[in-house]
């Protein structure tokens, strides 16, 4: 009986003593893949300090002054809009917008009304700076 009790004792610590190796292993396993990770983590932080960041570069568009601005057409459609609205004849809106384009482009292309509608934008444009940096 008491060698039945030494071999149970036994084989008990050898089972004990494999789900110490496993444990350690898998616990040295998950260290590793720890490691990896943050060393991963290091390289790529690495990377991306050592590779520097384009400027951006300030590309300024030049404005084909023969198209009239968009703000402007809307200006005339608008205006074509409510023109149609008052008169006794009834156009489609598809229509009226198509005429309000076409309109839009021959009074930009005027060179007279353009140089009076820049010169508007651009008093209203020092207006409004003057009104946002005045100097008190």
Known sequence: METEVAEKQKEIEAKEAAIAAKKQARAEKRKMKKDEVEIEKAVDKAVEEEAPKPKKVK?????????????????????KLEESKITADKKPAKQVKEEAKATAQ????????????????????SKLYGMIFARK
């Open 59 to 79: 590309r300024i568009l030049k404005r084909d002054e023969s198209v009239p601005p968009v703000w402007f057409e809307k200006f005339v459609e608008s205006a």
């Open 106 to 125: 021959a009074q930009w292309s005027d060179g007279y009304t353009r140089d009076r509608v820049n010169q508007q934008v651009d008093n209203h444009m």
